[in-house]
């Protein structure tokens, strides 16, 4: 197995998967690492990675696979898992994201627990949230 900082990879699916990559990389300052269309623009994978990171997502469609999955707004907009992201300037991230049309869940603050951070909706419904809070760096030594 390669060398990573995490062997846990969220997987994602969307109705406009090259748009929602497109405004992942410039909400969030994903990468892209890899991105596989298909001859309709239809995306089958694709890997953004962040830091350490990544997450996987690929077009929402109807086949063996994706019969398993729903995306928010085919769940009325209810989610059920959310991503969280460690950022060195949150601020500039809540920019970004207020700048992109992100529906805004939870409002930029400081929290009782020392960090700084915000909840977002992407423009397909998907919850992140972004803060300074790292807790690989808050335990280590423990």
Known sequence: MAKSCS???PT???RNAPAAIDWLCKVFGFARRA???LPDRTVAHAELTLG???IMLGSARDDEYGRGFKTPGEL???ETRSSYLVAADVDAVYARAQAAGATIVRLLKDTGYGSR???VKDPEGHSWSVG???PWA???GH
Do not use: P
């Open 7 to 9: 062997t846990v990879m």
């Open 12 to 14: 994602l699916r969307y």
């Open 35 to 37: 991105v596989h269309e």
């Open 52 to 54: 350490g990171g990544m």
């Open 76 to 78: 009325g907009g209810v």
């Open 117 to 119: 951070e915000f909840t």
């Open 132 to 134: 300074t809070y790292d």
């Open 138 to 140: 808050a335990h280590e």
